[in-house]
């Protein structure tokens, strides 16, 4: 199921042999695995195309489904920049970028610098009991149950509600913040984005100005607070720190939990195994991160240069699609299935300057996810007969996820 994107000119450094369509586009959706059928089968094509579709707004970019390549790119700040890949700021006018997603060296390492204290190990254990505390407080709603449905029941409102914790924002806010997500997020419309963009600035920046009046121990109260070169942040320096946190703590967070729990309930083996030995769930994880990448961000070419064999000019765009690297066949045995004793070195959390600083954090709540919840809950599957759709582009995510188990 899909939108067709409008006519565009294939520019003449692009060969017509690699022009070709890329299923994983943003308003794409499926009923079925994607990872079972449609991410394998690019592996069979070309190391890259040119699609016409995969850039917001049914735009064009390249794509690279090897590892090595993928590499290069992130690594390269030379020839590629981050600034502008999302189109949040854009549509409303504004001139803020995503704290430091949108920004390259050297202020990206000013910025890196400022929020790297935030993820400490220390500071992930001081925040483990709370994190597990509000695990329990959303498992609790159902474990007496034979069912739930997954993403609304703890997959959205679990991350929303770590993130509501950490910037000291009222948990009364998790309907309000998921609704704002999705629209962000999952919405091909750009006016959808657009209305979703303005709800989280008109909100955060009523926050923000509460904490320079009375600043607390939360991470908004960090950011009006810290400086960088002697100076603290501009509004729109501040802003993006702030809009970067509320889109990087969530959804791929939600995202990855729901391709964890899903191939679990699919294979009762991997679950039981788990469940016998809660030991290895951390290194489960990191084997279910890699073959359940979901993510999706973008560069833009800022000099004429060759990736591989391919050539890039000024202007072109590239999806970034950790879902086709971390299954690259030259680089992982039998990609496509899960070992979860593998002990991967995936590039789910990104590489270089631009890793996910959040990822500590990430991995927590996916562990403490876990292992709570298989405590708490009896062997589940998926609910019989259930039709799952499937977001396809930018962030891969089931839309639903029903489990069900006998009490």
């Known amino acids: 199921m899909s939108t067709a994107a409008p006519a565009v000119q ?70 590629f920049t981050t600034k502008d890949f999302a189109p949040f700021s854009k549509l409303l006018g504004d001139t803020w970028s995503v704290l430091p997603v949108e920004t390259d060296p050297p202020m990206h390492g000013l910025y890196r610098n400022m929020m790297n204290p935030l993820f400490t190990p220390r500071k992930m254990a001081l925040l483990e009991g709370r994190v597990r505390q509000l695990a329990l407080e959303y498992i609790d709603k159902f474990k007496d149950k034979s069912s739930c449905e997954f993403m609304e029941d703890f997959a959205f409102r679990f991350p929303i509600a770590v993130f509501l914790e ?99 309930a699919e294979n009762p083996k991997d679950q039981a195994l788990l469940r016998a030995n809660p030991e290895l769930i951390p290194n489960a994880v990191e084997e279910l991160l890699r073959a359940y990448a979901a993510v999706t961000t973008f560069r833009t070419c800022t000099k004429p240069v060759k990736v591989g064999d391919v050539q890039l000019m000024p202007g072109d765009k590239v999806a970034m699609p950790t879902t086709l690297v971390n299954r690259d066949p030259d680089v992982f045995e039998n990609p496509n299935e899960v070992h979860l004793d593998r002990n991967p070195r995936h590039i789910t959390f990104g590489t270089g300057i631009h890793r996910c600083v959040g990822a500590p954090l990430a991995r927590r709540e996916m562990v403490i996810a876990l292992e709570e919840f298989l405590k708490a809950i009896p062997e589940f599957s998926i609910a019989p007969d259930a039709k799952i759709l499937t977001h396809l582009g930018g962030v891969m995510q089931p839309a639903t996820l029903p489990l069900v188990w006998n009490k």
């Open 10 to 79: 294939i520019p003449a450094h692009v060969p017509a042999h690699l022009v070709g369509e890329y299923p994983l586009y943003l308003g794409a959706v499926t009923y079925e695995n994607p990872f079972d059928r449609i991410v394998p089968a690019i592996h069979d094509g070309p190391e890259a195309i040119y699609s016409l579709n995969a850039y917001p707004g049914y735009q064009p970019a390249w794509i690279f489904r090897r590892m090595k390549d993928l590499q290069a790119i992130y690594m390269d700040t030379e020839n």
């Open 166 to 264: 950490l910037m000291g924002l009222p948990m009364s806010k998790v309907d309000d913040f998921l609704e704002w997500e999705n629209g962000l997020l999952h919405s091909p419309d750009m006016e959808v984005i657009a209305a979703s963009t303005r709800a989280v600035k008109d909100y955060l920046w009523s926050e923000i100005r509460k904490r320079r009046e009375n600043p607390v121990d939360d991470l908004i109260s960090y950011g009006v607070q810290v400086e960088i070169e002697g100076r603290k942040l501009t509004d729109d320096e501040l802003f993006g720190f702030c809009f970067n946190l509320f889109i990087g703590g969530m959804d791929t967070v939600s995202t990855n939990m729901a391709w964890q729990f899903r191939h679990l």
